[in-house]
């Protein structure tokens, strides 16, 4: 266990988790995620899970989670697109039809979430020597599109210019795989974002729309939050900004000689080498 422990806060009533360095990495179960997450709902803590990702539908983590022994709801499973649309029902319920870029997963989230919607993909013949689509969109969401291709780009493109929002569910620019990294959202964003002069609304990590948005469904306060990540440039510097106190497990992506490195908004409020000793940090505060 290292670090600044009178940091957190003496309440705790909500732990928002990453999943990938966190909770597992890939396939793999974290050894004791099982046990810090079955202790914090014994302890009746709300507990929420947070990923960037956006391509999987919130009960495909359910049913991943399940497989490694981790029981949990789909109202606990945040991902970049469920945040995204609580984002525009906070903050622009005005948004109706959207034009998407992504994954099935994201088509399903957007779709459950009552909003009208239609996949770049589903418009691959229209908008490509730029004049007008058929319709007008309130909104282009993007997200990770493994399809992603020319013909969707001009589509979203297209949209954005005739007056549709541009929303990020996330700006990873890279993905991590088994292998290696491959381009992620991020990448698609900033290529709209160049083509059309129109800086995105970012709701994934590091932006702190995505917390802001946990808070504001679980009506708990960030005062009374504590956000556990690997990744001091996603998941620490998005939970400080949302007023959050974040503690950052040395499980995935970070080690303690970074930790020493870091500055700024990426300084975790706690830093714990595991979930066993993220469990010491949290005995003593949880109400």
């Known amino acids: 266990m290292i670090g ?13 988790f990453d999943l990938d360095g966190v909770v597992y990495r890939g396939d793999t179960p ?16 709300a507990v ?12 495909g983590y359910v049913e991943k989670l399940a497989g490694m022994g981790i029981v949990t709801r789909v109202d606990e499973i945040v991902t970049s697109t469920s945040a995204t649309v609580e984002h525009i029902r906070e903050h622009a319920p005005e948004i ?81 795989t088994a292998v290696g990294f491959l381009p992620g ?37 960030g005062a009374e939050t504590v956000v556990i990540g690997d990744n001091p440039d996603a998941d620490i510097i998005g939970a400080r900004r949302a007023g959050c106190a974040a503690i950052l497990v040395l499980t995935g992506i970070a080690d303690a000689d970074r930790v020493k490195r870091l500055s700024g908004d990426a300084v975790p409020h706690a830093v714990a080498a595991d979930p066993a000793a993220v469990r010491e940090l949290l005995e003593a505060r949880l109400s």
């Open 48 to 59: 929420r899970f947070a990923t960037n990702n956006s391509m999987v539908a919130r009960a």
């Open 185 to 221: 959202a991020g990448s698609f964003v900033a290529a709209l974002a160049t083509a059309t002069g129109i800086a995105p609304e970012i709701i994934g990590k590091p932006s702190p729309a995505m917390f802001r948005a946990i808070l504001t469904a679980s009506g708990i306060v």
């Open 4 to 16: 600044p422990m009178d940091q957190l806060p003496e309440r705790v009533r909500l732990v928002i």
């Open 96 to 176: 109706g039809s959207v034009l998407a870029i992504g994954a099935d997963g994201m088509r399903t989230e957007l779709l459950d979430a009552g909003l009208d919607v239609v996949m770049a993909g589903d418009l691959a013949g229209e908008g490509h020597d730029g004049g007008p689509l058929a319709r007008a969109f309130d909104a282009v969401i993007v997200g990770l599109d493994p399809q992603i291709d020319y013909a969707r780009l001009s589509v979203a493109a297209t949209a954005v210019a005739a007056g549709a929002r541009l929303i990020a569910t996330n700006a990873d620019a890279r993905y991590p």
């Open 30 to 45: 974290v050894t004791g995620a099982r046990e810090l997450v079955t202790w914090l709902h014994d302890r009746r803590v």
